[in-house]
Nanobody
Framework: QVQLLEFGGGLVQPGGSQRLSCAAS????????MDWYRQAPGKQRELVAF???????NYADSVKGRFTISRDNDKNTVYLQMHSLKPEDTAVYYC??????????????WGQGTQVTVSS
């Protein structure tokens, strides 16, 4: 069994910064790609950024230059550093990891979600 636990989120003013983190624990052999998604009210969940096991990253156009995804493989943790936040960044943010379990099987696991609200 694998659990993902998210930290961070909350209320931030426009133009402000916030850092999210997501830590995996349990029966983990290794972790492949780590992703951050978000879902705003009334909208579909969208991919914000991902980072591969080799450290390659990709970002949605809407967050390029403002968000940075990173990972700490020793801690099985992924981070999302957000700068210059805008009201349209308001959403529930979810992490997702492709976890290779001790049984050498790849599963996708999701975090519980954390609310980020950008408002003055």
């Amino acid at each position: 069994q694998v659990q993902l636990l998210e930290f961070g989120g909350g209320l931030v003013q426009p133009g402000g910064s916030q850092r999210l983190s997501c830590a995996a624990s349990g029966s983990i052999f290794s972790i492949d790609t780590m992703d951050w998604y978000r879902q705003a009210p009334g909208k579909q969940r969208e991919l914000v950024a991902f980072i591969t096991s080799g450290g390659s990253t990709n970002y949605a156009d809407s967050v390029k230059g403002r968000f940075t995804i990173s990972r700490d493989n020793d801690k099985n943790t992924v981070y999302l550093q957000m700068h210059s936040l805008k009201p349209e960044d308001t959403a529930v943010y979810y992490c997702k990891m492709g976890v290779i379990t001790l049984s050498r099987v790849l599963y996708d696991y999701w975090g519980q979600g954390t609310q980020v609200t950008v408002s003055s």
